[in-house]
């Protein structure tokens, strides 16, 4: 029985399919700059998540003069 994963591919062919992965210390040095630019993604969607929902939240009274800005 052949199971069709894209026409004309099989999963036998794809089960032979040998993948050659990089050696470990080259992964460990991909990983020291890939974590921490995750990391920072993630701290600044956070960020602005909340930056957004305060927005949200004081935009309208802003607009309504239920809260003021002192300017001096």
């Known amino acids: ?3 069709a994963v894209q026409p004309n591919l099989s999963l036998g062919e ?3 399919t040998e993948i050659t992965l990089p050696p470990d210390d080259l992964m460990n040095k991909f990983k020291e700059i890939v974590v921490p630019v995750e990391q920072k993604i993630n701290k600044n969607t ?3 998540r909340s930056l957004s929902r305060l927005r949200d939240t004081l935009l309208p009274k802003l607009m309504s003069g239920e809260v003021r800005i002192n300017n001096e």
Do not use: F
């Open 46 to 48: 956070t960020q602005i």
């Open 1 to 3: 029985m052949v199971h």
């Open 14 to 16: 794809i089960s032979d």
